[in-house]
């Protein structure tokens, strides 16, 4: 009976003082749904033997003797269970970490997706060791007052972070990886002068470029373009998806602008970096083909800072700076009286009479005296400040960040304001040891004023003044322009388009609200199984308010007359999205397996009015309603997305590694015939260092890996590819009624844009993991370039949509990281990037004209 109790049970059985005729003494029992300790009762009920049961382990001895006293003493002394999670030193779960007891390798635990572990019957005064890859070793002794959260440290000299690869919850050791992903983390960052995210990544992320869309001269105003590895698409957005804690982030349509707003801000702008714990920029199909039809441009994932299980910590900063033009970029012009010793010249040398040189003194400008610096009425010194405070803290059960800042940037170019006011909250709740809830939630007002000069500060002439000698703003200029039937000059005034009036009596302002906000249901199912539900949600609004003064050139309409034009605009995007995925990791012996699987859905929806109108009775009434005469647009879309997913890596031995992805997407903005497609990548890598073979004093790494795959993109403006596109106008008439036009035809055999990605790179670790360097090559083919064709008037329309060509981006790009200098006080890192990526149009049109309407 004992052996069938040990086969069917977790109980062993030790027996003190006793002989075979005890223990072979046979019994004969039938027993359904009682408790263990009754059975044994049972089972000993007829006989002298006695029993104790400490844990899982059953003491056997005679009635009227005493168990073995070694025995009992090894048995008897405070046996523990010990719990906990294990974190790094930003507060992120890590899986996969090894707890063991040194006296007792039998006793052991490795921690799951959330950091959880667990060990029965550990003697007190014993010693765990906690090992895991990129983390200095620990050694912690048992005690009833066990701390459960354990906080493993980085070790610098390995070089071998955890690097987050995607949103679905799926993770790689630096040592594993076979993307291409490079992350960056809030000690990267942190003493970075930079105040908007995207800008924090530039001159850091190989092979990622960052260009502003207007003049450069201010940080919040112009739409920066990102791209990673060039350009693959004529039409459709060449941005690569940003992801920030789960939740998609609408950064405008194809040109990074959003529609109807002409000074838009970047909702980038709208993210405290200060909130930001690590940033990952995903560039191969082996990385983002799980991404589908939004990752052909690649995909930046920000992580935000959340709370740790420890005492409520509040941290306040304050910030801030200057910022000038560099004065080695500034242009070299006249001064005012070179200016008019050389129009002089000019205007004799063409036969002209100097006496009727048309910028000769008068009451109104005295041109010989006047010598104005136009750059330095644009420009001036600038001023930056912040103010972050965040309050973080939490127990075993619940962990919470909330944190507020307020950034003001008063820009070098005159005219330019930011103000931007956040407030976000990250929370985490443990229901039990399998059931976690985590929810967030961010707001950000922004307030901003725009000014753009053009080419004015160095392309307007010095000896125009822009202020009258009483110090008002000039409107008007007076020249000679021939003469009197007397002979005489003739003086006319011309008006004066002076940028600086432009500046200080026009409205060119902008408000914007955004709030994202998610929550995630995740239940483990066991050491292998977990499953999870997210829901998120971005939402912003654009209210943008333009007046053009009466006084202003802006303001004047064509025949001269001061009217003052007034522009109002207000613009909508909600986008929501809910990921449902079960994630698995098993570890058995030297073989690892990991793995997500999904169902993913999603809607961005956008709604713009705008409104515009001249005519205005003075400048103290500015509101497009009270406009003599006034006209407006609206227009809606929305497009619906539908995705299954998945992805599975394999690992033996952390030496050679494997990686699987697909993804299957569904969107409403390509036709019936096509509007599912498949996007598959596979990717692998080599650790060679880690080969028997491989026996080197001087190379800690040596790593080869490849990926191939596809990608899609979807992002290419709003379209109804079965009805196409319709428009209503008042000028559309029919009868009484007010009619509609279609302006761009349909095309159900609309496809997706695929991008074919191959990637391969070479690792090498020198002189004990201090000298890294990754060389990587690519080679980027997209195929079915969407653009708007000519079409035939006879068809109604003046374009179609269609897939009409193929561009390629190949390139190299090369990062040496060095640790120079590493002790406790005092580290000094070098982070050297290069890359170079050739951009070409391999084929347009298909061999089809341009214009559609020409071909019978």
């Given at each position: 009976m004992i052996s069938k109790i040990e086969k069917k049970s977790d109980y062993v059985f030790i027996q003190s003082g006793l002989n075979d005729a005890d223990l072979n003494t046979k019994v004969s029992l039938n027993v359904v749904d009682k408790d263990i300790k009754e059975v044994f009762k049972l089972i000993l009920s007829d006989t002298n033997i006695k029993y104790r049961v400490i844990n899982k382990q059953v003491v056997l001895y005679k009635e009227k003797e005493k168990a073995s006293k070694s025995i009992?003493?090894?048995?008897?002394?405070?046996?523990?269970?010990?719990?906990?999670?294990?974190?790094?030193?930003?507060?992120?779960?890590i899986a996969s970490v090894t707890l063991v007891l040194k006296n007792d390798p039998t006793k052991w635990s490795i921690t799951d997706f959330d950091g959880n572990f667990s060990i029965e019957g550990i003697p007190e005064g014993s010693i765990v060791k906690i090992s895991s890859m990129g983390f200095l070793d620990q050694e912690l002794v048992v005690t009833t007052s066990w701390l459960k959260n354990i906080v493993l440290k980085e070790d610098i000299q390995s070089l071998d972070e955890v690097i987050v690869t995607s949103n679905y919850g799926t993770t790689q050791k630096k040592s594993n990886l076979v993307s291409s992903a490079y992350q960056i983390k809030s000690k990267d960052i942190a003493n970075l002068p930079q105040q908007r995210v995207d800008k924090l990544l530039e001159g850091i992320i190989p092979g990622l470029e960052l260009n502003p869309q207007s003049n450069g001269a201010t940080s919040s105003r112009p739409r920066y373009s990102v791209t990673i590895r060039g350009k693959a698409s004529l039409t459709a957005s060449n941005e690569p998806l940003w992801i920030v804690d789960g939740v998609p982030i609408n950064t405008g349509g194809k040109t990074n602008l959003i529609s109807g707003i002409q000074t838009s801000v970047s909702p980038l702008s709208f993210i405290n970096p200060d909130d930001i714990e690590s940033m990952t920029v995903l560039k191969d199909a082996s990385a983002t083909t799980i991404y589908g039809a939004d990752g052909a441009n690649g995909v930046i994932l920000v992580t935000l800072k959340k709370g740790k299980a420890n005492k409520p910590q509040l941290n306040l900063s304050l910030r801030s700076g200057v910022s000038f033009i560099n004065n080695s970029t500034k242009f070299k012009v006249l001064d005012g009286?070179?200016?008019?010793?050389?129009?002089?010249?000019?205007?004799?040398?063409?036969g002209n009479d100097l006496a009727l040189f048309p910028f000769t003194d008068n009451p109104m400008n005295s041109y010989s005296t006047t010598n104005t610096d136009w750059y330095d009425e644009f420009f001036d010194i600038g001023s930056t400040s912040q103010i972050n405070l965040s309050a973080s803290g939490g127990s075993e059960k619940s962990t919470y960040r909330i944190s507020g800042s307020y950034f003001e940037n008063n820009m070098a170019l005159q005219g330019n304001k930011q103000q931007r006011m956040s407030l976000r909250s990250n929370n985490n709740v443990k229901f039990s040891n399998k059931l976690n809830l985590n929810f967030s939630l961010s707001g950000s007002y922004n307030i901003n004023s725009t000014f753009s000069p053009g080419d004015e500060y160095h392309s307007n002439i010095p000896?125009?003044?822009?202020?009258?000698?009483?110090g008002t703003l000039r409107q008007l200029y007076s020249i000679i322009e021939g003469t009197n039937t007397d002979g005489s000059p003739r003086w006319i005034e011309k008006k004066f388009f002076n940028s600086i009036s432009e500046r200080e009596q026009n409205d060119n302002g902008q408000n914007a609200f955004a709030f994202q906000g998610s929550v995630q249901l995740k239940y483990d199912i066991n050491d292998m199984f977990s499953f999870s539900s997210q829901f998120g949600v971005d939402y912003n609004n654009y209210q943008e308010d333009i007046y053009q003064s009466m006084k202003n050139w802006s303001g004047t309409?064509?025949?001269?007359?001061?009217?003052?034009?007034?522009?109002?605009?207000?613009?909508?995007f909600l986008n929501w999205n809910t990921i449902h995925r079960l994630n698995f990791n098993k570890t058995m012996g030297l073989h690892q397996v990991s793995g997500v699987v999904g169902l993913e859905l999603g809607s961005n929806k956008s709604k713009t009015i705008s409104a515009n109108g001249s005519g205005f009775v003075n400048d103290h009434i500015r509101l497009v309603g009270l406009a003599s005469f006034s006209d407006g647009t609206n227009s809606e879309y929305i497009t619906r997305k539908a995705s299954v997913l998945g992805q599975i890596s394999y690992s033996y031995d952390n030496r050679y590694n494997l990686s699987l992805n697909a993804r299957?997407?569904?969107?409403?903005?390509?036709?019936?015939n096509v509007r599912r497609a498949n996007f598959l990548s596979a990717g692998a890598s080599w650790n060679i260092h880690k080969e028997d073979f491989f026996n080197s004093d001087l190379i800690n790494v040596l790593s080869l890996k490849g990926s191939y795959g596809t990608n899609g993109n979807s992002r290419f403006g709003t379209q109804d590819p079965e009805g196409g596109v319709y428009v209503i106008n008042s000028s559309y008439q029919y009868g009484d009624s007010l009619g509609a036009g279609i302006s761009t035809g349909a095309n159900p055999d609309l496809s997706w844009e695929t991008t074919y990605m191959a990637n391969f790179g070479l690792r090498i670790a020198l002189l004990n993991n201090r000298l890294d360097i990754l060389t990587e090559v690519y080679r980027n083919k997209t195929e079915n370039l969407i653009s708007d064709l000519d079409a035939s008037r006879t068809t109604g329309v003046t374009t179609i949509v269609r897939?009409?060509?193929?561009?390629?981006?190949?390139?190299?790009?090369?990062t040496i990281e060095?640790?120079?200098?590493?002790?406790?006080?005092f580290n000094w890192q070098t982070r050297l990037i290069a890359s170079h990526n050739q951009n070409k149009l391999l084929e347009l049109y298909n061999d089809l004209p341009k214009n559609l309407g020409k071909k019978r």
């Open positions: 009992l003493s090894q048995l008897l002394q405070n046996l523990l269970d010990i719990s906990g999670v294990v974190s790094d030193e930003s507060g992120q779960p009286q070179d200016y008019l010793t050389l129009a002089k010249e000019a205007f004799v040398n063409a000896i125009i003044s822009p202020y009258n000698a009483d309409s064509l025949e001269g007359v001061p009217e003052g034009y007034a522009y109002a605009t207000s613009a909508n299957n997407d569904g969107n409403s903005n390509f036709g019936k897939n009409v060509g193929e561009i390629e981006n190949k390139g190299i790009e090369v060095s640790q120079n200098i590493v002790t406790k006080n």
